[in-house]
T-cell receptor
Framework: KNEVEQSPQNLTAQEGEFITINCSYS?????LHWLQQHPGGGIVSLFM???GKKKHGRLIATINIQEKHSSLHITASHPRDSAVYIC?????????FGTGTSLTVIP | KAGVTQTPRYLIKTRGQQVTLSCSPI?????VSWYQQTPGQGLQFLFE???????NKGNFPGRFSGRQFSNSRSEMNVSTLELGDSALYLC????????????FGPGTRLTVT
């Protein structure tokens, strides 16, 4: 049983498109994180959310606590956004991870 | 501030051997967590250490162990390696516990043959 479900698994977009990645979790959590992993393995934390919405540049993350759902949006996508995006839910003193969304942005 | 460092970056071991991986957190960070990443299972939590104490452990066999030193550096050890232990092992540090922002190291790529 996966505590965290992420979709889509793979996503290809044209440069400039608006992108949405979804994350659903099954139980109440205390925090949800969005991570970015580039080829080679390095992981960067993009957002930490417990409620509402956060924005950083072209990236926007939202969370709906009642619906147990979070979304990561990328506006005006760019080839450098190509990476794997992973949501991580913090529950019971540990993180549970989604399977990741592999995003490719074509120039 | 220097980031999280992990050594070695790449490692090849034989089934049955043991391995020790090292993680140096960001200066001032007292929490270190370890994760295993494989193509089939994705990212999975191994354990978290805070001030030299293991706070939590994921669902891994006892062959996986770790420790943290007084300078917050951490090591993880895998004994009696199996082929399925081939993975990217990542550590992450944070200033505290409770699901706050984590800073990841580059990982150690372990291949078991």
């Amino acid at each position: 049983k996966n505590e965290v479900e992420q979709s889509p698994q793979n996503l290809t977009a044209q440069e400039g498109e608006f992108i949405t990645i979804n994350c659903s979790y099954s139980v109440g959590i205390s925090a949800l994180h969005w991570l970015q992993q580039h080829p080679g393995g390095g992981i960067v934390s993009l957002f930490m959310l417990s409620s509402g919405k956060k924005k950083h540049g072209r990236l926007i993350a939202t969370i709906n606590i009642q619906e147990k759902h979070s979304s990561l949006h990328i506006t005006a996508s760019h080839p450098r956004d190509s990476a794997v995006y992973i949501c991580a839910a913090y529950l019971g003193n540990q993180f549970y991870f989604g399977t990741g969304t592999s995003l490719t942005v074509i120039p | 501030k220097a980031g999280v460092t992990q050594t070695p970056r790449y490692l090849i071991k034989t089934r049955g051997q043991q391995v020790t991986l090292s993680c140096s957190p960001i200066s001032g960070h007292r929490s270190v967590s370890w994760y295993q990443q494989t193509p089939g299972q994705g990212l999975q939590f191994l354990f978290e250490y805070f001030s030299e104490t293991q706070r939590n452990k994921g669902n891994f066999p006892g062959r996986f162990s770790g420790r943290q030193f007084s300078n917050s550096r951490s090591e993880m050890n895998v004994s009696t390696l199996e082929l399925g232990d081939s993975a990217l092992y990542l550590c992450a540090s944070s200033s505290g516990t409770g699901g706050i922002e984590q800073y990841f190291g580059p990982g150690t790529r372990l291949t078991v043959t």
